[in-house]
């Protein structure tokens, strides 16, 4: 029996003396060089420890010598060694019965990383037909978000739009910038003079007000310019229309303000649409608003007494100046004469372009051309009622502005050659009521509330009515423009051509005032 029991006991106390005598302290030593023979600084060096996977690392030093000392080492050891720009390196490494120091040197191969061959091409880019942009150094505003914010019944008029956007406003008719007159001002059409007050309200256009530019070509304007595009029809039809009205119910009523035509009725209607006409072929933008405004008009006879008092006349002055008319046989009215002040306006813009675009894309064709049309008619009557005047004295005015421009673009390799021609005419015509010297006459009244004044009334024909003015503007623009080769810099060539003709018939009065 106890001869059994020694057996397993004996060698149980033998692997634990032989499992003592393999753990002992190690160090491992070593060096770390390029292929070439040099050192390698601040390589790390990892030793994992074999079974238990117990691992210290170390950096080599300024001649890539490095040591690495484990306390209970076993001599079966995993080393790793890597370094920036070389090939990492795995080695086993063993004791040797009766050593206690375990040498290794290593030499890293550099890690040249190879690419495949990467074959870049890009084409030249191409001048941008829609040269509507700002460019730099300009100074430039685009009718959008809180600038495009004006009254309903003002869409479309380019004044009212440009007096929304900061640093601009209307002064002597036109544009001023800087305290500028309105008349050191313009406004353009697809970059071309541009004579109309605007344009209907539903056609797709671009609306950008100018007061400094980076491109020469754009000149003729000292203040500011209102510049105008009418945008090309696209591969999606849209429809539009508006239409916005004034009802004298819905105005605060003034017994002065209606005495003298200040509550008014209007009304104004638009619609406009763009697509495809011809698929890949024509496209379209086209629009036309319609307009008329009706209020009271006031002249000296038939204002109220309100509305005379607030003029510094006295209403029964009134009656004898008509008593001395009467008898001087001038007359004080006529059935042509309207009782009403109307204004009517029509207005009507149109493009169409052909293959601006390539099928199926909207990448530009090499060669497009395009045709607008547009035109304004107006027709104010009543034209010069106030109290202080008999109806006599007023007239009518009618206005027509009207042109047509043909747009001829074509691509030649990566140089874009533009031609543009446009003719626009204008009209501007006025007729007096009454065909008659003009008079006036420096009136003295008490007022009723005991009051004096001394207003000057006016009665008989005006020849400062009759009035015509004409003109018309033919010009044509070529320009060509291309990239540089390798650097994004513009070459633009302008050569532009402008013939105005002008003429202007006012007889100042010609029949005389008294």
């Known amino acids: 029996m106890l001869r059994r029991l020694a057996l397993p ?43 238990d996977r117990t691992f210290q690392q170390a950096t080599t030093d300024s001649s890539g010598r490095f040591a690495i000392h484990f306390a209970a080492g076993t001599g079966d ?129 671009q609306v950008r007000v100018t007061t400094s530019t980076y491109d020469p070509s754009r000149g003729g304007f000292s203040g500011g310019q209102t510049a105008v595009e009418l945008s090309p029809g696209g591969s999606i039809s849209s429809r539009t229309a508006h239409l916005t009205g004034d009802a004298t119910l819905l105005q605060a009523p003034s017994t002065v303000g209606d005495q003298l035509g200040q509550r008014f009725a209007s009304l104004n209607g638009s619609i406009g649409g763009s697509g495809e006409l011809v698929e890949d072929v024509w496209y379209y933008n086209s629009a036309l608003q319609l307009s008329r405004r009706m209020s009271d008009a006031p002249s000296l006879l038939s204002a109220g007494t309100e509305a005379l008092t607030a003029a510094g ?90 042109g047509t421009q043909l747009d001829y673009s074509k691509f030649f390799g990566d140089v874009l050659n533009d031609t543009r021609m446009g003719l626009s ?42 009035y015509s003015r004409r003109s018309w503007t033919w010009e044509t623009i070529n320009e060509t423009q291309w990239y540089t080769k390798g650097a994004p810099h513009r070459v633009k060539f302008t050569a532009q051509s402008r013939l105005d003709g002008y003429s202007h018939s006012a007889p100042e009065d010609l029949l005389g005032a008294f």
């Open 313 to 402: 006349i006295a209403p029964d002055s009134v009656l004898r100046l008509t008593q001395l008319l009467g008898a001087a046989r001038v007359p004080t009215g006529l059935a042509s004469i309207p009782s009403d002040a109307i204004s009517q306006t029509a207005s009507f813009a149109a493009r169409l372009d052909h293959t601006p675009y390539k099928p199926g894309g909207r990448d530009p064709s090499l060669t497009t051309w395009n045709v607008n049309v547009f035109g304004n008619v107006a027709d104010d009557q009543a034209q010069g009622f106030n109290p202080s005047s008999i109806a006599t004295h007023g007239g009518r005015r009618t206005s027509l502005f009207a």
């Open 77 to 205: 050891y995993l080393i790793h060694v890597s370094a920036l720009g070389y090939k990492a390196v795995r080695k086993r490494l063993t004791r040797v019965p009766g050593d206690t120091s375990l040498v290794i040197d290593l030499k890293l191969s550099p890690d040249v990383a190879k690419l495949a061959a990467v074959k870049v091409t890009a084409s030249k880019p191409r001048p941008d037909r829609d040269d509507s942009g700002s460019g730099t150094g300009s100074s430039e505003k685009q009718r959008e978000g809180v600038f495009a914010s004006v009254a309903p019944g003002d869409e479309g008029n380019l004044a009212a739009i440009a007096n929304a956007i900061p640093g601009a406003s209307m002064r002597g008719g036109g544009l001023s910038v800087l305290g500028l007159d309105g008349s050191q001002s313009n406004a353009t059409l697809n970059g071309m003079a541009f004579g109309g007050a605007g344009l209907p309200r539903d056609a797709r256009t």
């Open 425 to 466: 005419v204008s009209n501007d015509h006025g007729t007096p009521y009454l065909s008659l010297p003009g008079g006036t006459v420096l009136l003295s009244s008490t007022l009723p509330d005991g009051g004096a004044a001394i207003s000057g009334l006016t009665f008989g024909g005006n020849g400062g009515a009759d």
């Open 9 to 51: 006991l004996a060698l149980c106390l033998g692997h634990s003396l032989t499992a003592h005598a393999q753990t002992r302290p190690e160090t491992i030593r070593g060096r770390v060089t390029s292929d070439s023979g040099a050192a390698i600084v601040g390589a790390t060096v990892s030793a994992t420890m074999a079974p």
